[in-house]
């Protein structure tokens, strides 16, 4: 209906890991422009509310370049998991937001067919502002960058010791990671993160030929090694360098800016550990849910990739 206001008493803003996490925990609507979607190679520290959440994926082993074994779930497993418990309790009434504006108490949300809904709440907790109009200027601006330059791996090989991530002692190609490769036709892909403090740096610093050479340099310290190529008169194998392309790059403010709360608005900085530790343990409806859910869409997973098997020995 035209006209019609949608009240609440607390509304989330921002779809991060931390945002989607307390709305679970407190039950609390989430609205948001850009989803803050975690990428596969990033980690969280295990805690026991956790497995009362039961949001774990399998565990996964990382071996990285200080010789440790990390065992942690990714993040972006947990994120969907949670996407997905919220909007089954309807705490993610809209999720094709074009643009939200806050005036007051007031929050105004235009879809993307132009559509325009408002709440009317008592409280507003603002987890990040991309897409976020109508906010009073921050008091601390952000301004560090995390680069993400994705690369395929046309030949590769680890000659003494298997890697998921190498990490280097430079802000540019601060971590070289081993992905599982898309394609039959490449062992692996890959991603390397930068960092940069300013956009100026950015644009100075993080050039292909800078992290051409950091990457050389750590592919010659870990024995990595490209193609075969013959043998040397000792009777030891040649290797070619190690051949990549880059294909994309992803640059991104590292938090959100730092806002000064007001009468309606309320900052929140809190990581997923301080999350955890605010609450015990998730009420006990939302808990069996989750079991629930989950349990059933693990089985629709499982039972949609046997059928598929099943299809494919039947054509060979």
Request: some cysteine.
């Amino acid at each position: 209906m035209k006209g019609l206001v949608h009240k609440y008493d607390k509304v989330i803003i921002g779809a991060t890991f931390e945002s989607l996490l307390y709305a679970l925990y407190t039950k609390t609507p989430v609205f948001y422009v850009v989803p803050k979607i975690p990428t596969e190679f990033d980690s969280v520290t295990i805690g026991s509310n956790y497995k009362i959440v039961s949001l774990l994926p399998e565990l996964k082993d990382l071996v990285s370049n200080y010789d440790e074994t990390l065992i942690r779930p990714q993040k972006n497993i947990i994120w969907g998991r949670l996407v997905f418990l919220l909007s089954m309790l309807g705490l993610m009434p809209s999720t094709n937001l074009q643009s939200i504006r806050i005036e007051e108490n007031l929050v105004k949300l235009t879809t993307q067919n132009s559509r325009l809904i408002t709440l009317e709440t008592n409280e507003i907790l603002l987890f990040d502002d991309e897409g976020i109009e109508g906010l009073d200027p921050p008091i601390v601006e952000k301004t560090k960058y995390i680069i993400k330059d994705y690369v395929e791996f046309n030949n590769l090989k680890f000659l003494d010791k298997s890697y998921n991530v190498i990490y280097t002692d430079y802000t540019i190609a601060n971590q070289i990671w081993f992905l599982e490769s898309k394609t039959l036709i490449r062992d692996y892909d890959g991603c390397i993160i930068s960092y940069c403090s300013n956009v100026k740096e950015l644009e100075e610093n993080l050039t292909d030929y800078n992290i051409k050479f950091i990457l050389k340099e750590q592919f010659k310290k870990y024995n990595l090694k490209g193609k075969e190529n013959g043998y040397n008169p000792n009777g030891k194998k040649k290797y070619r360098p190690v051949a990549y392309t880059f294909t994309s790059r992803i640059i991104e403010k590292e938090n959100c800016s730092v806002y000064e709360d007001t009468k309606y608005v309320k900052f929140i900085n809190y990581s997923s550990q301080e999350i955890m530790m605010m609450f015990e343990k998730i009420p006990y409806r939302e808990y069996m849910l989750c079991r629930k859910l989950l349990r059933i869409s693990l089985q629709r997973r499982k039972s949609r990739i046997s059928r598929a098997s099943y299809r494919l020995q039947e054509k060979n």
